[in-house]
T-cell receptor, first 113, second 109 residues
Framework: KAGVTQTPRYLIKTRGQQVTLSCSPI?????VSWYQQTPGQGLQFLFE???????NKGNFPGRFSGRQFSNSRSEMNVSTLELGDSALYLC????????????FGQGTRLTVV | TQLLEQSPQFLSIQEGENLTVYCNSS?????LQWYRQEPGEGPVLLVT?????EVKKLKRLTFQFGDARKDSSLHITAAQTGDTGLYLC?????????FGKGTSLLVTP
């Protein structure tokens, strides 16, 4: 059974640019969640999608957005990049019911210069 | 957002030693998960605890969920160098996971 796949693994972008990250969940999982991990703040929840609908959103500015496709694959977009957006972005997939286990991808390391 | 505090923040021990790390909150969680993360990789799920007072064992790792479902502990017996990593606890909050900042464990030979 294939795991969660995130692409690309590494990205370097310039301030002001925008970026799109991709996540393919485990087959059969309909929920995809996105997290930002930084040394200072740890893992912080961005948003969660289930069957193409955003069900939950964390406390991040509107520059951070996402979507989910009918095949459960998800993308997140960050516009007008800032230096502080440099982080490991992780996605997790699950069946999307309470207390269900979440499985993470390897993450995308974004560096903003 | 319910706050999860993990302690200690850092732990450096030698192979063969035992250790316990803690995850505490003032709020009740319906479930709590423990993950281990290695540098540059995503967290890997170790266990999910759901019932207050529950104890789960995974080889040399023992996980306990507090009776009131506000806290949890992870005990490692006879630590090995392969146990090195960042241990994260996460409480279910709606459809999101609320993570503690983790305990960074280094096991040296």
């Amino acid at each position: 059974k294939a795991g969660v796949t995130q692409t690309p693994r590494y990205l370097i972008k310039t301030r002001g640019q925008q970026v799109t990250l991709s996540c393919s969940p485990i087959s059969g999982h309909r929920s995809v969640s996105w997290y930002q991990q930084t040394p200072g703040q740890g893992l912080q929840f961005l948003f969660e999608y289930f069957s193409e609908t955003q069900r939950n959103k964390g406390n991040f500015p509107g520059r951070f957005s996402g979507r989910q496709f009918s095949n459960s694959r998800s993308e997140m977009n960050v516009s007008t990049l800032e230096l502080g957006d440099s982080a490991l972005y992780l996605c997790a997939s699950s069946f999307g019911v309470p207390n269900t286990e979440a499985f993470f991808g390897q993450g995308t390391r974004l560096t903003v210069v | 957002t319910q706050l999860l505090e993990q302690s200690p923040q850092f732990l450096s021990i030698q192979e063969g030693e035992n250790l316990t790390v803690y995850c505490n909150s003032s709020s009740v969680f319906s479930s709590l998960q423990w993950y281990r993360q290695e540098p540059g990789e995503g967290p890997v799920l170790l266990v999910t605890v759901v019932t207050g007072g529950e104890v789960k064992k995974l080889k040399r790792l023992t996980f306990q969920f507090g009776d009131a479902r506000k806290d949890s502990s992870l005990h490692i017996t006879a630590a090995q160098t392969g146990d090195t990593g960042l241990y994260l606890c996460a409480g279910a909050e709606g459809y999101a996971l609320n993570f503690g900042k983790g305990t960074s464990l280094l096991v040296t030979p």
